[in-house]
């Protein structure tokens, strides 16, 4: 049932999750093939805005072509004696929660990454204008939020508007971001969850710490804070941190509590630093995506918005779908850009020593925060091609990790033929093998009821006499 009469579409929580396929598509707001899209959340005095003001710039829903994206632009203001700015990250969120409550509107990401769709049937059905939309989000934010006191919503299609707002967005997001870079993992008192992305990822958990944003790099630990203050019972909550098991991988028993408790059993454990054994899940929304390359053992990484396949042969949007949903896959993490920036980046994994490949802008929106030794030593998308070609730039660049092909081809040299007929096996990817016989002309090996974490599995024959 709608939560609306005056609304020509059904507004409410079972809309929750809603895919909008291209063809089904009206119009597309931001999305892949727009580059300046943003949602921002400002907190400003009671004096200085308009509540229930909805203003747009640029074309209305009702005047754009059917079938075409436009550059895309929410700028939510907010007024309240309660209202603090810390606050503003945790109201801009809401963004993606609210229009999704919305029948034939899908909105996903979040920030600089927003992709939205509003889909032929809605609009048929009079869905045509962003005054509804103002009209929902004024509604629920002052029935979810009753500290908002004031609230004025505007949209922006023109794209000169769009552009010149999108610098602003950007500075007031990297001022929120630099806020906790001082802060430690171990010094804080408590981390904070979130779970609004649990109607595309029912068992994604986000683990918000100083050290570790959200994968949506929407939410710092201080907006899990400032959240979980106002409304305990929300989706951004409290988590208490608990013993720490394992400080280099980042377990703690607190965390390991709340996300059992939130997926409903399916994880029941999370390390915060290393993409392998049990790596925080990945929701939808995650700005980038850390992949193992098993050619050299090094990690790439990728954003949503990079165009064509990485090294590996593969976009963006193959490996999000592999890993995306609230899974644990061994060799993916979804990581956010501040993540990049974080001492505690893949940490059990070797950190930036084990980075190989990364976008050409990506590096150098971080390039302050990787390794002086490392910085030049990282492939892009201008330097190679391939993984051959890959191979060749780590090692004339002697990459950290080529130090780590030299130990293992020295330990294979040295190996007698009689330990060479061995299985020799190395922590790093985790296929389950159970029951699955590996046969050769000469003998047979059958694993039952294992799983082998394996990056080489090297089966030599011995030489014999007169053979």
């Not at 505690?344 to 002086?372: C, E, H, T, Y």
């Amino acid at each position: 049932m709608s939560m609306f009469d005056d609304i020509p579409v059904e507004v409410g929580v079972i809309y929750e999750g809603e895919r909008i396929r291209w063809s089904d598509t009206q119009v597309e707001l931001g999305g892949p093939r727009e580059t300046h899209k943003f949602e921002l959340v400002k907190v400003r005095g009671l004096n200085e805005i308009e509540d229930g003001v909805v203003n747009i710039i640029g074309k209305d829903l009702g005047n754009m072509e059917s079938g075409r994206s436009y550059p895309f632009g929410i700028l939510i203001e907010v007024a309240g004696k309660e209202v603090e700015q810390d606050l503003e990250g945790v109201i801009e969120r809401r963004i993606h929660e609210y229009i999704n409550f919305i029948e034939g509107f899908m909105h996903l990401n979040q920030r600089y990454d927003i992709h939205l769709r509003l889909s032929k049937k809605a609009f048929e059905k009079g869905f045509n204008s962003f005054s509804l939309v103002g009209k929902i989000l004024e509604r629920l934010y002052k029935s979810e939020m009753p500290f908002i006191e004031k609230i004025q919503i505007t949209f922006m299609t023109d794209p000169e508007k769009v552009a010149n707002t999108f610098v602003e967005a950007e500075a007031t997001y990297e001022a929120r971001d630099a806020k906790a870079r001082g802060m430690k993992d171990e010094e804080a008192d408590a981390f904070y969850g979130c779970t609004l992305c649990q109607s595309f990822a029912p068992t994604h958990c986000c683990v918000i710490t100083p050290q570790r944003y959200s994968n949506c790099g929407a939410i710092s630990w201080f907006d899990g804070r400032a959240a979980a203050r106002i409304d305990p019972k929300g989706p951004l909550f409290t988590i208490e941190k608990g013993e720490c098991v394992d400080p280099w991988r980042g377990e703690y028993t607190g965390a390991n509590e709340v996300v059992k408790e939130k997926s409903l059993g399916a994880i029941e454990r999370v390390w915060f630093y290393t993409a392998f054994g049990y790596p925080h899940t990945s929701c939808g929304c995650f700005e980038g995506l850390a992949f193992y390359i098993p050619e050299v053992d090094g990690f790439g990484l990728v954003y949503r918005d990079f165009k064509g396949a990485t090294i590996n042969g593969l976009p963006f949007a193959t490996m999000a779908d592999s890993t995306a949903g609230g899974r644990q896959v061994d060799g993916f993490h979804g990581v956010s850009i501040e993540y990049l920036r974080s001492p505690k980046l893949l940490q059990a994994d070797g950190g930036w020593n084990r980075i190989v490949w990364m976008p050409s802008n990506i590096r150098d929106r971080v390039k302050d925060f990787i390794p002086i030794d490392v910085v030049d030593k990282i492939a892009t998308e201008k330097d190679v091609e391939n993984i051959p070609q890959l191979k060749d730039f780590l090692t004339s660049k002697n990459h950290p990790v080529v130090e780590k092909w030299v130990a293992e081809e020295e330990v294979v040299e040295e190996a007698t033929p009689q330990e060479a007929a061995e299985v020799v096996l190395q922590q790093t990817l985790s296929p389950s093998l159970s029951g699955l016989p590996l046969t050769t002309s000469s003998f047979t090996i059958i694993l039952k009821d294992a799983k082998i974490v394996a990056k080489k599995l090297i089966i030599r024959r011995e030489k014999r006499e007169g053979t």
